[in-house]
C-alpha cells in the first residue's frame, strides 16, 4: 500500500494575511491525527514564506505551484527551484492544465521545470489528463499517453524514481463534476502500465498517482480506495480548512485509519 498524498492547489487565492490563517487552520486540524500518508499545501509564491514559516513545526508540508525552467539568469518574473526549496518548500506542481493553456507550456518546459525541482533537493507533481471533448469522443486514453511518453522518457531514473503523478481529467476541474471512481481507477491503472513501460515496473509500482478534479469530503474516501488512486490534488476544497481536513479523514479511512 503507498502512502497517500493529500495536496491542495489553491491557485490564484490566498494571499499572505489569508493564507496564514488557512495554514493555521490545517495544521491545528492534523494535529493529533495518526497520518497515514502526507498533507501537502501550495500557496501562491508570495505568500510561501508566510505559510511555510507558519508550518515549521507542523506534519503539512509547503509546496509552490510552479517554477522557473532555469536555474537563475535574465529571466524577468520567474522563481527557481532552488529559492522555492530556500524558503521551505518540499513540492513543486508541474505542467498544471492552467499553465498548459493559460501559458502555453510544453514538454520541453515541463522536462525542463521538473530538472529543476530535482536538482533543487524537491518533489515535483506532474498533472496530465484530457480534456472534455478528448474524452467525449474517446481519446482520453491516448492523449494520457502523450501526456506521458511526451515527458517520463526524457527524466533520468533517479529524478523519475521520487515524481509525483497527478492525473488531472480537464472536465472535472473546478466544474464539481467529478470522474467516478471507475473512470479515474480506469486512468490511473493505465497511467501505472505506460510508466511501468517507460520507466520499468518498480518505479511505476512505487510511483504515486493523485486524482485532481472537482474532490470533496464526500467523494474523497471513495475515490481514495481504489487500487490505483495514492490520493489528490485538491483546489476549490482545499481553500476551505473543514473541506481540506474532510478530505485528508476521506484519505485517512481509506488507508485503513
Ligand atoms: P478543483 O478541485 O477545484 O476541481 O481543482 C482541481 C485542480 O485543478 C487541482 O490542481
Known amino acids: 500500500m503507498r502512502r497517500y498524498l493529500a495536496a491542495g492547489n489553491w491557485k490564484l487565492n490566498m494571499g499572505p494575511a489569508e493564507a496564514v490563517t488557512l495554514a493555521r487552520k490545517i495544521s491545528m486540524g492534523v494535529l493529533g491525527m495518526d497520518l497515514r500518508g502526507e498533507v501537502l499545501v501550495c500557496p501562491p509564491f508570495v505568500s510561501i514564506p508566510a505559510v511555510a514559516d507558519v508550518l515549521e513545526d507542523s506534519v503539512v508540508h509547503c509546496g509552490a505551484q510552479t517554477c522557473a525552467n532555469d536555474a537563475a539568469g535574465a529571466h524577468t518574473g520567474e522563481v527557481a527551484a532552488s529559492m522555492l526549496a530556500e524558503v521551505g518548500c518540499s513540492h513543486v506542481i508541474v ?116 486524482y485532481g478534479g472537482s474532490v470533496k469530503p464526500d467523494n474523497a474516501e471513495e475515490l481514495f480506495s481504489m487500487e490505483d488512486i495514492d490520493g489528490g490534488l485538491v483546489g476549490g476544497a482545499s481553500l476551505k480548512a473543514d473541506d481540506f481536513l474532510g478530505i485528508i479523514r476521506g484519505a485517512q479511512a481509506a488507508a485503513g485509519a
Open 95 to 210: 505542467a498544471h492544465s492552467e499553465r498548459r493553456t493559460d501559458q502555453r507550456e510544453s514538454d520541453d518546459d515541463f522536462v525542463a521545470k521538473i530538472e529543476q525541482v530535482h536538482d533543487a533537493g524537491l518533489i515535483a507533481v506532474f498533472c496530465y489528463g484530457e480534456q472534455l471533448e478528448d474524452r467525449k469522443a474517446g481519446r482520453a486514453a491516448d492523449v494520457v499517453r502523450a501526456h506521458l511518453e511526451g515527458v517520463l522518457p526524457r527524466l533520468t531514473r533517479a529524478k523519475a524514481d521520487t515524481l509525483v503523478l497527478a492525473y488531472e481529467p480537464v472536465w472535472a476541474i473546478g466544474t464539481g463534476e467529478t470522474a467516478t471512481p471507475d473512470q479515474a481507477q480506469e486512468i490511473h491503472a493505465l497511467s501505472r502500465e505506460i510508466t511501468a513501460g517507460l520507466l520499468g515496473p518498480g518505479v511505476a509500482d512505487r510511483m504515486r498517482i493523485l
